[in-house]
């Protein structure tokens, strides 16, 4: 099949290389010259693992095509994505201006009959908008051209998106034409060989889908989060909970890791975009909101435990940071605790020494860029030389079990502070580290 996907970021790049990989013949444009030049120079702007070879692979199959020219690939398209950023707005609610710019695109230059996706993650009603520009564009052309738009939202994961969109949980197909729903299924029928895994329905239901779905998810995440904070003021122990209530099938154990907070570019966005949603309506979304105070909080409780072990005043103290990235696996550091952290203690005074496998450039380049009393090392062991603690916000793999021994005699005195829980507190304990997590005094 013939595709063209707007929008070459993480979901778009991984979308369009994936159905490449599938044999489809794909198109990606975007409007950012210098990613698609470097994506024609055989450079893969962003960190998501598979993704390089698979890319170099389908463009050298000549299957794989980059473009600023929404037209080069239009000529056969049978079906277009629109996969652009929906960023928040300053009132919270997402920000369509990047959607319905592609959609007024789409009407200025489609030929024949066409079925647009809406893949960016979008309000209820967005398809019904992005339906109302095209046509506004066609009407001006006078000319008729059939189209339909659907909503097929995505669900895949930064760190392991190829995985995540080769073999999806589901395929979530809001539509409307029988027509529509058969050309999705002949698309996603090759990531879907052992059983069924697609899901149609009406296309607010889509779009609604995909916000329920961050909720929930966020809402797992403040919630032990909380839990966390009150078993470390009745002396609970928040891990040895997490495991009692993970083995009820009913409440299983993904999600409930207690840490320094949800981040990325989904999670705090959508939240806030769904009470937005529910305000419009009349609708006072009381537990999001509650998810998202939470969330704001607990992003900066292992900056209040450095401060009640060291003193308001950080002037003179070194911290070694462990992870900057929002979650393992990525280079992403969209609202990543890593930020508010290093800002907070850096405000009280304190020197940072910061060492992330994969987002230093971004710290670097962008969320810390104006910071001053930061540097970045190398490797992790570097992060501690001289330092006062440690202090680990990113569970990569790297950081699970590290030599503490060499820990202790890097450090001036052996202090971890463990924003993600990732030791055990009695193995540190018997080292003589001093050792503070979350959900535990
Ligand atoms: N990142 C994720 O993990 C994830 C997961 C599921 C859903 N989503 C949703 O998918 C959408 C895209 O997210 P992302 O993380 O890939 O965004 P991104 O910011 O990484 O990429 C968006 C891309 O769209 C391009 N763009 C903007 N306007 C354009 C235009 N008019 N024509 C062509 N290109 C244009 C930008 O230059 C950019 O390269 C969002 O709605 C997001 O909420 C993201």
Same mark, same amino acid.
């Given at each position: 099949m013939n595709i063209v996907v707007i929008g070459t970021g993480y979901v778009g790049l991984v979308s369009g290389t994936c159905f490449s990989e599938m044999g489809n013949n794909v198109t990606c444009v975007d409007i950012d010259e210098a990613k698609i030049n470097k994506l024609n120079k055989g450079i893969i702007p962003i960190y998501e693992p598979g993704l390089e070879a698979m890319v170099l692979k389908n463009v050298k199959n000549k299957n794989l095509h980059f473009t600023t020219n929404l037209n080069e690939g239009l000529t056969d398209a049978e079906i277009i994505f629109i996969a652009v950023g929906t960023p928040m707005g300053d009132d919270g609610s997402a920000d369509l201006q990047y959607v319905l710019a592609v959609? #007024?695109?789409?009407?200025?230059?489609?030929?024949?009959?066409?079925?647009?996706?809406?893949?960016?993650?979008?309000?209820?009603?967005?398809?019904?908008?992005?339906?109302?520009?095209?046509?506004?564009?066609?009407?001006?052309?006078?000319?008729?051209?059939?189209?339909?738009?659907?909503?097929?939202?995505?669900?895949? #994961?930064?760190?392991?998106?190829?995985?995540?969109?080769m073999k999806p949980d589901r395929v979530v197909i809001g539509a409307e034409s029988d027509y529509a729903i058969e050309k999705?299924?002949?698309?996603?029928?090759?990531? @879907?060989?052992?059983?069924?895994?697609?899901?149609? /329905?009406?296309?607010? @239901?889509?779009?609604?889908?995909?916000?329920?779905?961050?909720? /929930?998810?966020?809402?797992?995440?403040?919630?032990?989060?909380?839990?966390?904070?009150?078993?470390? #003021?009745?002396? %609970?122990?928040?891990?040895?909970?997490?495991?009692?209530?993970?083995?009820? @099938?009913?409440?299983?154990?993904?999600?409930?890791?207690?840490?320094c907070g949800y981040g990325g570019s989904c999670f705090p966005k959508d939240v806030k975009a769904l009470k937005k949603i529910a305000s419009e309506y009349n609708y006072e979304a009381k537990l999001i909101t509650s998810v998202e105070e939470v969330n704001d909080a607990q992003k900066l409780v292992i900056a209040t435990k450095v401060i009640k072990r060291f003193g308001e005043d950080l002037t003179g103290k070194t911290f070694g940071?462990?992870?900057?990235?929002?979650?393992?696996?990525?280079?992403?550091?969209?609202?990543?605790?890593?930020?508010?952290?290093?800002?907070?203690?850096?405000?009280?005074? %304190?020197?940072?020494?910061?060492?992330?496998?994969?987002? /230093?450039?971004?710290?670097?380049?962008?969320?810390?860029?104006?910071?001053?009393?930061?540097?970045?090392?190398?490797? #992790?062991?570097?992060?501690?030389e001289n330092a006062d603690a440690m202090i680990l916000l990113t569970e990569w793999k790297e950081f699970r079990s590290p030599d503490f021994d060499e820990i202790k005699k890097l450090l001036k005195a052996p202090v971890i502070f463990d924003g993600r829980n990732q030791y055990n507190i009695f193995n540190l304990a018997e080292k003589g580290i001093e050792y503070y997590q979350i959900g535990k005094k």
């Open positions: 959609a #007024k695109s789409i009407g200025e230059a489609i030929q024949k009959r066409i079925i647009i996706v809406d893949k960016s993650t979008v309000p209820v009603g967005t398809a019904d908008k992005v339906k109302e520009v095209i046509q506004h564009e066609l009407d001006n052309r006078d000319v008729s051209i059939t189209f339909d738009v659907v909503s097929n939202p995505e669900f895949l #994961k930064e760190g392991a998106a190829i995985t995540d969109f999705m299924k002949q698309l996603y029928a090759p990531f @879907s060989m052992s059983h069924e895994r697609f899901i149609v /329905m009406d296309i607010r @239901s889509a779009e609604m889908t995909k916000y329920a779905a961050n909720a /929930m998810l966020a809402t797992k995440i403040s919630f032990m989060n909380e839990i966390a904070n009150i078993c470390e #003021k009745v002396g %609970a122990d928040a891990n040895q909970v997490r495991i009692g209530i993970g083995s009820d @099938s009913r409440i299983g154990y993904n999600f409930i890791y207690p840490g940071i462990w992870g900057l990235a929002f979650k393992p696996g990525t280079d992403d550091m969209r609202e990543a605790p890593a930020i508010y952290i290093v800002k907070e203690l850096v405000k009280r005074g %304190a020197k940072i020494k910061a060492y992330d496998p994969k987002a /230093m450039k971004e710290a670097k380049g962008y969320y810390l860029k104006d910071l001053e009393n930061i540097s970045y090392v190398d490797s #992790k062991y570097l992060a501690l």
